[in-house]
């Protein structure tokens, strides 16, 4: 069946400009986590979503960065006014229940250059 | 709290010799415990996880894990090394009411010399 989708793979942005980062889960997976992978920083937990209970944003390093997840499917993660140190690849994996026993499914990625 | 350590960010082996990539872990509760591996410009894949079920977990392209609850280590392995095993390999770590959340090492990136 389908992997986890993630569009763009590419976005190229000028600083202070917002930017959305939209990811597909696997149909019928009810968990779904933003993580993101930079040079400095490897690879961080953002923010977690599970079914209709409120997210996890314990991971998300400011309050330019926010995600929404649309009828418990595609979510979207948006960077406000964009900075330079937020260049990275943005990752978006997905799982069944989201219990610390299962496998997460990661998408491709979108990588965020914000010259 | 739960974290990870890789230790040695870049590993080299001659094609045929021994893989060996370590890991760490420190978590206040009972881990969960997995390898995922990133070959260049693709997500990530999962190698294997470690669930309580079994302290050596094996997984795909020959790789396998022991769990060594007293060492806090779950160190990865392969008999032989492929050309196609150079990638960027990270250990991480989840557990119960963390909401499934993985913390990751740094990763260590395995290059493979013919």
């Known amino acids: 069946g389908a992997g986890v989708s993630q569009s763009p793979s590419n976005k190229v942005t000028e600083k202070g400009k917002d930017v959305e980062l939209r990811c597909d889960p696997i149909?019928?997976?009810?968990?779904l986590y933003w993580y993101r992978q930079s040079l400095g920083q490897g690879l961080e937990f953002l923010i977690y979503?599970?079914?209709?209970?409120?997210?996890?944003k314990s991971g998300l390093p400011s309050d330019r960065f926010s995600a929404e997840r649309t009828g418990g499917s595609v979510s979207t993660l948006t960077i406000q006014r964009t900075q330079q140190e937020d260049s990275a690849v943005y990752l978006c994996?997905?799982?069944?229940?989201?219990?610390?026993?299962?496998?997460?499914?990661f998408g491709p990625g979108t990588r965020l250059l914000v010259l | 709290a739960q974290s990870v350590t890789q230790l040695g960010s870049h590993v080299s082996v001659s094609e045929g010799a021994l893989v060996l990539l370590r890991c760490n872990y420190s978590?206040?509760?009972?881990?969960?415990l997995f390898w995922y591996v990133q070959y260049p410009n693709q997500g990530l894949q999962l190698l294997l996880k470690?669930?309580?079920?079994?302290?050596l977990v094996k997984g795909i392209n020959g790789f396998e894990a022991e769990f060594k609850k007293s060492e806090t280590s779950f160190h990865l392995t392969k008999p032989s090394a492929h050309m196609s095993d150079a990638a960027e390999y990270f250990c991480?770590?989840?557990?119960?009411?963390?909401?499934?959340?993985?913390?990751f090492g740094q990763g260590t990136e395995l290059s493979v010399k013919p």
């Open positions: 994996a997905s799982s069944l229940e989201g219990q610390g026993i299962e496998t997460q499914y």
């Open positions: 149909s019928g997976h009810t968990a």
């Open positions: 979503f599970q079914g209709n209970s409120a997210p996890d």
């Open positions: 978590s206040s509760v009972p881990p969960y």
């Open positions: 470690y669930t309580s079920a079994a302290t």
């Open positions: 991480a770590v989840s557990g119960d009411n963390q909401g499934g959340k993985l913390i």
